[in-house]
């Protein structure tokens, strides 16, 4: 079947702009996680989402951060007045639910703030 | 001391030895472990999962968990020079609001050489 998929895959935008990344997790998958991966490091784990509801939000970096998830499925995350070292790598991965279970990734966005 | 600790490398064999990379993990309430394969600029694969102690073999790979040594390991028996990657080891654990948070290390890169 389909995998995770994300869009887009990559994205250029200037400081001070917005961005939506969006995530599409692999059908009948309750948990939703994003994480980011900067050049030549770790990944860095964002938000986690179980079903459209989201109990950890601890790691993300700041206020201008913000995700949501609508039905169950679609996931977006907003990066507001972007930052230069915001540019990353933004991986979405799913779950079939939180307790587990494997993740399976998306390709990723490259994000890149000129 | 880090959550989730593996050797960052390179591990360098020669090709159809075996590679043996190791992770240890510092909380004892740790329940599911994951071991995945990176490509460079590519997205984290899913190799494989194991719950419980003892050896876990598919194909060419083998897991092993010691949870009272709290180590994991990975095994690649006859190595090939498309084993050449970064392995990200995760760890799974209980966390706030029921929810599960998988913890990366920051992963060993493997070098297979003819």
């Known amino acids: 079947g389909a995998g995770v998929s994300q869009s887009p895959s990559n994205k250029v935008t200037e400081k001070g702009k917005d961005v939506e990344l969006r995530c599409d997790p692999i059908?009948?998958?309750?948990?939703l996680y994003w994480y980011r991966q900067s050049l030549g490091q770790g990944l860095e784990f964002l938000i986690y989402?179980?079903?459209?509801?989201?109990?950890?939000k601890s790691g993300l970096p700041s206020d201008r951060f913000s995700a949501e998830r609508t039905g169950g499925s679609v996931s977006t995350l907003t990066i507001q007045r972007t930052q230069q070292e915001d540019s990353a790598v933004y991986l979405c991965?799913?779950?079939?639910?939180?307790?587990?279970?494997?993740?399976?990734f998306g390709p990723g966005t490259r994000l890149t703030v000129t | 001391q880090k959550e989730v600790e593996q050797n960052s490398g390179p591990l360098s064999v020669p090709e159809g030895a075996i590679a043996s990379l190791n992770c240890t993990y510092s909380?004892?309430?740790?329940?599911?472990f994951f071991w995945y394969r990176q490509y460079s600029g590519k997205s984290p694969e899913l190799i494989m999962s194991?719950?419980?102690?003892g050896d876990k073999e598919d194909g060419r790979f083998t897991a092993q968990l010691n949870k009272a040594s709290q180590y994991v390991s990975l095994l690649i028996r006859d190595s090939q020079p498309s084993d050449s990657a970064t392995y990200l080891c995760?760890?799974?654990?209980?966390?706030?609001?029921?929810?599960?948070?998988?913890?990366f290390g920051r992963g060993t890169s493997l070098i297979v050489h003819p």
């Open positions: 909380d004892r309430v740790s329940q599911s």
């Open positions: 059908s009948g998958h309750t948990a």
């Open positions: 989402f179980q079903g459209n509801s989201a109990p950890d």
């Open positions: 194991i719950y419980s102690n």
């Open positions: 995760a760890v799974k654990k209980p966390a706030s609001g029921g929810s599960y948070i998988p913890t």
């Open positions: 991965a799913s779950s079939l639910a939180s307790e587990g279970y494997e993740q399976y």
